[in-house]
């Protein structure tokens, strides 16, 4: 897993250009949801021993086998099992979750209205990440020259209650 992070970090860093984040492989996505939970200090507090991470959009399939290929190799989230499962926007299937990965931008003010809520962490994934981001979703992935950036709005991030350590927040483009 370090690999494919370190692989999505250089690509930020040294310009490799990307076409667009829904070209990147579900498996760079969920690498890079790993390493981002793994700088979320709440997450233990919340997780409660396992961390469940609801997926609302997109290929489930993909994202499901990533994580789970993940989980085999032994791969934790400070120290935690994860889980994920496909869930809807409806508040009470956000309840249920400690992550919501978002892959679409449809009902985002209900979506991030629920998370903030329930104290769950939104991270866009979808081609539409920066403008998410900025309408509420907490972390996302987005392009800037056809080159990956990680945005964090710190006020959404906040009101849900979490907290991305220093070391990736110097990785992050932030918003308020």
Do not use: R, W, Y
């Not at 949801?33 to 961390?51: F, N, R, Y």
């Amino acid at each position: 897993m370090k690999k494919v992070f370190t692989a999505v970090l250089s690509a930020c860093i040294f310009g490799i250009p990307v076409v667009s984040a829904a070209s990147l492989p579900a498996k760079l996505q969920a690498a890079l949801l790993i390493k981002i939970l793994s700088e979320d200090s709440s997450i233990p507090k919340q997780a409660k021993g396992t961390v469940k991470i609801g997926i609302l959009g997109g290929n489930f399939s993909d994202f499901q086998s990533e994580f789970n290929q993940m989980k085999e190799k032994g791969v934790k989230i400070q120290g935690l099992d994860f889980d994920t499962k496909q869930i809807s926007s409806s508040a009470e299937e956000i309840k249920t979750v400690n992550v919501v990965l978002l892959l679409t931008d449809g009902n985002l003010t209900a979506v991030t209205a629920a998370t903030q809520a329930a104290k769950t962490l939104s991270v866009a994934g979808a081609d539409s990440a920066e403008s998410m981001v900025k309408n509420g979703a907490s972390v996302g992935l987005a392009l800037d020259g056809g080159k990956p950036k990680l945005l964090v709005n710190i006020t959404s991030l906040s009101k849900e209650g979490h907290e991305l350590t220093p070391s990736i927040l110097q990785l992050c483009t932030i918003l308020k």
